[in-house]
């Protein structure tokens, strides 16, 4: 009884990945807003993506090295 719903359990994840995806993800997200608020979640999805970005280019080292020092470069700053 048990093992025969955890097989259908099993097989509904691997038909649906992505609506099972999707619905873990806005859980997490409410957990998250609940326990440390609004706010703050925004600004951990914000550092996911742009992990996510720059994971994602194939930076070479010069490359990225430029691209930190234009981010942090006194020149921006007031």
Request: with cysteine; charged share 25%.
């Amino acid at each position: 009884m048990i093992r025969e719903l955890f097989e259908e359990i099993i097989n509904y994840i691997k038909d649906n990945k992505r609506k099972t995806l999707g619905g873990f993800i806005g859980l997490l997200i409410g957990i998250l807003i609940l326990v440390i608020g609004f706010f703050k979640t925004i600004f951990i999805a914000l550092c996911t993506w742009l992990g996510y970005y720059l994971g994602s280019k194939s930076y070479s080292e010069e490359d990225l090295k430029k691209f930190i020092d234009r981010l942090f470069s006194p020149s921006k700053r007031m």
